[in-house]
């Protein structure tokens, strides 16, 4: 079982940036792809990035890329995500995800475990 906590959402204006933080209870949290999703109200969730258990492997949406950052401190089993240059339309409640296996997956249903989320509001 994987119990995933997130924090450090907030109100901020377009092209600030925010740390997502997402904490976990565990003994085998470095066994877990990590990910962000996230959901704007009427709109379907969305993935935006995952992270293997190592941390040497990530993959981004478009609409992210060079703009988010995912890691990971297996030591303190806390994944992050850092938000830089952020948009209005990146306006959402983000959740992380843990899940076991040996390749990343962007399918929402592979995913186990969920945090409450936090959510990331940007103002133009």
């Known amino acids: 079982q994987v119990q995933l906590v997130e924090s450090g959402g907030g109100l901020v204006q377009a092209g600030g940036s925010l740390r997502l933080s997402c904490a976990a209870s565990?003994?085998?949290?470095?066994?877990?792809?990590m990910a962000w999703f996230r959901q704007a109200p009427g709109q379907e969730r969305e993935f935006v990035a995952t992270?293997?258990?190592?941390?040497?492997?990530?993959y981004y949406i478009d609409s992210v890329k060079g703009r988010f950052t995912i890691s990971r401190d297996n030591a303190k089993n806390t994944v992050y995500l850092q938000m830089n240059s952020l948009k209005p339309e990146d306006t959402a409640a983000y959740r992380c995800?843990?899940?076991?296996?040996?390749?990343?997956?962007?399918?929402?249903?592979?995913?186990?475990?969920w945090g409450q989320g936090t959510q990331v509001t940007v103002s133009s």
């Open positions: 995800a843990a899940a076991y296996g040996s390749s990343w997956t962007s399918d929402p249903r592979l995913y186990a475990y």
């Open positions: 565990g003994r085998t949290f470095s066994s877990y792809f």
């Open positions: 992270i293997s258990g190592p941390g040497g492997a990530t």
